[in-house]
């Protein structure tokens, strides 16, 4: 069974694939054709882009959706994240979308479940189609990644943002670099580390992160203010970057506090372009998965034959 738990699931053809189909759907949004298909979609921590861009990908490809809502699910009783999507399974759903607030909550279903898991995030784990939205977007506007300037900058060591995109961009033939408080920067990004000074001179592309206050055991050391001003994207630091580059964000965005709240939706940001990108990456990941189910009992029954 095919999942796409983790950037790794995907070879570098495959992500091709995936990414050419999403800028094909985002000229013309195809049904898929004749089939009653029923996608169920898990959200256990809040969402709002990755949620509702599934949504949309899956009414968008003409597929029935089953929302759970946890609150007034059997979870509430204790039933087990298993027991849940095999309970999806039966009832006739053809692959599930999950978001929670865990790392690696998929580790307990892989090889038990039957059914294909889209991974809409996992704790400070992984976002693998964040990460795909994101170089979508960056090849809108670069036509070759080999070799481009991407900093990733904030706070990296609780972001799945920051490590599925790294992951990829690397994959990609990207050079990434991270900013940010030094406590927050993971001991193997360190060499990797510039200050938001150097940064802005540096990146083409300058992807900004939240705080991340919900996984944050300790609260933060500093004001708002004081973080705008040492590492976050000031109007002053925005006029030092290149003439050509970029500032992207997965959102939410605090705006004032990573971000001036001017370069939300200046010329440069591709915030919002991000958010568009998403809708069709998840329709054409949704295809990927399902055409993948195809061709497995494709090759079953020609196996049994
Ligand atoms: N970028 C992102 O994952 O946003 P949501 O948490 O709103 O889904």
């Not at 759907?25 to 898929?32: G, M």
């Not at 298993?82 to 865990?102: F, K, N, S, W």
């Not at 909550?105 to 898991?117: A, N, T, V, W």
């Not at 010329?267 to 189910?293: E, H, T, Y």
Request: aromatic share 6%; with cysteine; glycine share 6%.
């Amino acid at each position: 069974m095919k999942h796409l738990v983790t950037i790794q699931d995907l070879s570098i053809h495959e992500i091709d694939d995936i990414l050419k189909e999403a800028q094909k759907l985002a000229l013309t949004s195809t049904p898929r054709e004749s089939e009653n298909i029923l996608i169920a979609n898990l959200f256990l921590e809040p969402s709002t882009r990755t949620r509702f861009s599934f949504e949309a990908a899956e009414r968008n490809l003409g597929f029935h959706v089953l929302n759970v809502d946890e609150a007034s699910s059997s979870m509430t009783k204790g039933e087990t994240l298993y027991d849940t999507i095999r309970t999806l399974e039966e009832i006739g759903a053809e692959a599930v979308v999950i978001r929670h607030h865990q790392d690696r909550y998929f580790d307990e279903l892989l090889g038990k479940i039957s059914i294909p898991i889209i991974n809409a995030g996992d704790g400070c784990g992984n976002h693998p189609t964040q990460s795909l939205l994101d170089m979508m977007t960056i090849q809108q506007e670069f036509i070759v990644t080999q070799g481009l300037n991407v900093v990733v900058a904030g706070d990296i060591r609780h972001s799945r943002v920051a490590a599925s995109n790294a992951e990829l961009l690397e994959k990609m033939g990207a050079n990434v670099y991270y900013s940010g408080p030094r406590e927050w920067i993971p001991e193997h990004c360190k060499k990797r580390y510039l200050t938001m000074d150097e940064a802005c001179s540096t990146a083409d592309v300058m992807m900004m992160l939240r705080i991340q206050h919900e996984r944050h055991v300790d609260g933060m050391n500093m004001s708002k203010e004081e973080y705008h001003r040492r590492f976050g994207l000031t109007l002053d630091r925005e006029c030092r970057m290149k003439r050509h580059s970029i500032i992207m964000h997965p959102a939410p965005v605090n705006r004032g506090v990573e971000l001036a709240d001017e370069l939300v939706e200046c010329s440069r940001s591709r915030i919002f372009k991000q958010m568009k990108n998403g809708v069709f990456v998840r329709m054409a990941v949704l295809n990927w998965a399902l055409d993948r189910i195809k061709e497995e009992s494709t090759y079953g029954i020609a196996a049994e034959k």
